[in-house]
C-alpha cells in the first residue's frame, strides 16, 4: 500500500475518488459491488513496480466519491461518461481496462461506446452478455431463477434497511467469503446467511474488512444498488446497440467456483462460441481452479501474472 496517492478529481459533474501509483501506460482498474478502489490493492502495486500508472477509482456511488440518490443517475451513460472524462484528465489518449463483477460490465460498456480508449481489456469474472431483444433483464431473470436472485431482491427499496440490520460488516463478509456456487438467492429470513462461524480466509483480514466496512457506513449501500435498479433501463436506452459486437482485444479471467460462471448457461456462452462472437477479438479465457468470486484479491499473484502477460503484448 505504500506509495499509493489518493486525490479528488471533478469528473462529469461528480467529485471522484482516485488511487493511483506509477509511472508508465494507466491500467484503469474498475471495483464491483460491494467493493471499492481498496479491491485493487495487490494489482496497484504489482502494475507500477512492473512500469505501469496504475489508478484505481471509487466509481460513483461508492467510498469517498458522490453517490447521487437518483437510480436514473446510474446508467452505463453516466458512469462510463464518468470514465471518458477520468481518462482525459489523467492526460492519455487510451488505457488498458482492468475490471471485475459490476465494474466488468461496465467495461464491457466502455468498450462497446468508446473501443478507441481501449488498448486492451482483462476482463474479472463477469463475460459480455449481449442484448436481448425481446428479454427485458429482470423480468427475465424472475422468470428464471425466481423472486429471491440476488439481482430481483436488489430491487426492493427496502434491502437498505435489511442490510443495515445485519451491519455493514457482517454484510461484506458474508458476500466475500461465499464460495457456493450457482446464482446467489436471498431468502426472506436471514438472507445473508449471517453466521457467528464464518472465518475470514487468508486472502481478507480483518483490516481489510474494516476499511470496507468503514467506507460503506459512511456511504451506504444505495449507490452500489442502484446499478442494478437501472438494469431494465439500460436495456431500454441501448436498444441502438442491439447486434454490436465488441472490437477491442480480451483476456477472460474467471474461478471455476464463480457464481456468474457458475449460473445455468454461462459456461456454455463462454466456451461453446457465443462468447467469441460476440467479442471477435477475445484472445483467451483463463478458469482458475478452486476460485472463486473475489479472485483478484483471492488469487492476487496469479491474476497479477494474467494480466501482465496479457497487457504486454500491446
Known amino acids: 500500500m505504500e506509495g499509493i496517492e489518493h486525490r479528488t478529481l471533478n469528473v462529469n459533474g461528480i467529485n471522484m475518488h482516485v488511487a493511483e501509483k506509477g509511472k508508465g501506460p494507466v491500467v484503469l482498474f474498475l471495483h464491483g459491488f460491494p467493493e471499492l478502489w481498496y479491491t485493487w490493492r495487490h494489482q496497484i502495486v504489482a502494475l507500477a513496480d512492473q ?3 496504475a489508478v484505481a477509482p471509487d466509481l460513483r456511488g461508492y467510498g469517498d466519491t458522490d453517490a447521487p440518490k437518483e437510480v436514473t443517475s446510474y446508467t452505463y451513460f453516466h ?6 472524462a477520468l481518462i482525459e484528465l489523467l492526460g492519455v489518449e487510451t488505457v488498458f481496462l482492468v475490471a471485475h463483477d459490476w465494474g466488468a460490465m461496465i467495461g464491457w460498456y466502455l468498450c462497446y461506446f468508446r473501443p478507441d480508449l481501449v488498448k486492451a481489456y482483462v476482463c474479472l469474472s463477469v463475460p459480455f452478455r449481449p442484448r436481448h431483444p425481446k428479454m ?6 424472475r422468470a428464471f431463477l425466481g423472486d429471491d436472485y440476488y439481482m430481483c431482491r436488489f430491487q426492493d427499496p427496502g434491502m437498505e434497511d435489511e442490510m443495515v440490520k445485519y451491519g455493514s460488516e457482517a454484510v461484506l ?3 466475500m467469503i461465499d464460495r457456493k456456487p450457482g446464482p446467489p438467492c436471498l431468502p426472506k429470513e436471514n438472507p445473508f446467511g449471517i453466521s457467528s462461524d464464518d472465518k475470514l480466509p487468508l486472502w481478507l483480514s480483518q483490516d481489510d474488512l474494516n476499511y470496507y466496512s468503514t467506507k ?3 456511504k451506504g449501500f444505495t449507490g452500489g444498488l442502484n446499478y442494478y435498479r437501472a438494469l431494465d433501463l439500460n436495456w431500454e436506452l441501448t436498444a441502438p446497440w442491439t447486434g454490436v459486437k465488441v472490437n477491442v482485444p480480451v483476456k477472460f479471467v474467471v474461478g471455476d467456483l464463480d457464481v456468474v460462471y ?3 448457461g454461462m459456461k456454455e456462452y463462454v466456451h461453446g462460441g457465443g462468447f467469441k462472437k460476440d467479442v471477435p477479438m477475445l484472445d483467451d479465457v483463463v478458469v482458475l481452479e478452486g476460485a472463486a468470486h473475489f479472485i483478484n484479491q483471492e488469487r492476487a499473484q496469479e491474476t497479477n501474472s494474467h494480466i501482465y502477460d496479457f497487457i504486454s503484448k500491446f
Not at 458512469?79 to 471518458?84: F, I, K, P, S
Not at 427485458?136 to 431473470?141: A, N
Open 51 to 53: 512500469g505501469y500508472r
Open 79 to 84: 458512469v462510463v461518461g464518468d470514465l471518458v
Open 136 to 141: 427485458k433483464p429482470i423480468p427475465t431473470m
Open 173 to 175: 463478509k458474508k458476500i
Open 216 to 218: 460503506f457506513d459512511q
Open 262 to 264: 457458475t449460473t445455468p
